[in-house]
């Protein structure tokens, strides 16, 4: 589906120089002379460059059409996930590298979305938000306030977050996946 050069958004995955890339961030810009731009910063999907462009608004680009499937996730290997497709039970696998660290939060039967291009997969979303059992953490330190300080946290899958002082291990929390950010605690 072809768009114009000031149409093109961040998160809108488009073709471009015979490569798939991501928009990260567009910046609408009119200088004092000549025409208007959008500034791009694009990040290739496949080979994970990254490249700035300007398009006029005359420019037109091809914008993917991806298509999303749900499936629950099996089990991971050495180097591929396992995801089973919700209707027709088929199963695909996907390479860790697609997902980094976020490969750590899979856990049985949770339901992802899976962005496929072409029969390729191009991203694997998780929901947004995951409960978690909190590893270990330090002890708080006395005299701190609450709302300012934070303490660092390993979780049961081995990731690194910083959580608030009142946090102890073996406590559960809720972790937003897309920022690896404490939301709170599970009572």
Not at 78 to 88: I, S, Y
Not at 101 to 109: A, I, T
Request: glycine share 4%.
């Amino acid at each position: 589906m072809k768009i114009l050069g000031n149409e093109i958004k961040p998160g809108m995955i488009i073709e471009h120089k015979d490569d798939l890339w991501t928009v990260l961030k567009a910046q609408h810009v009119k200088p004092g002379k000549g025409g208007a731009f959008n500034q791009v910063e694009l990040k290739s999907v496949k080979k994970g460059t990254k490249l700035n462009e300007r398009f006029r608004s005359s420019d037109s680009v091809e914008r993917a059409i991806l298509d999303d499937k749900k499936y629950n996730f099996l089990y991971e290997d050495e180097k591929n996930c396992h995801f089973m497709d919700q209707v027709n039970f088929e199963q695909i696998q996907i390479n860790k590298s697609l997902l980094g660290e976020k490969s750590k939060l899979l856990k049985e039967n949770i339901e992802v979305n899976v962005q496929f291009y072409e029969d390729d997969a191009l991203s694997v979303e998780l929901p947004t938000s995951i409960e978690l059992k909190i590893e270990s953490t330090d002890a708080a330190i006395k005299g701190q306030t609450a709302s300012s300080s934070y303490k660092p946290a390993t979780l049961e899958n081995g990731i690194k977050i910083m959580v608030p002082p009142f946090i102890n291990s073996d406590d559960k929390i809720i972790l937003d996946t897309r920022t690896l950010e404490y939301v709170k605690k599970i009572k």
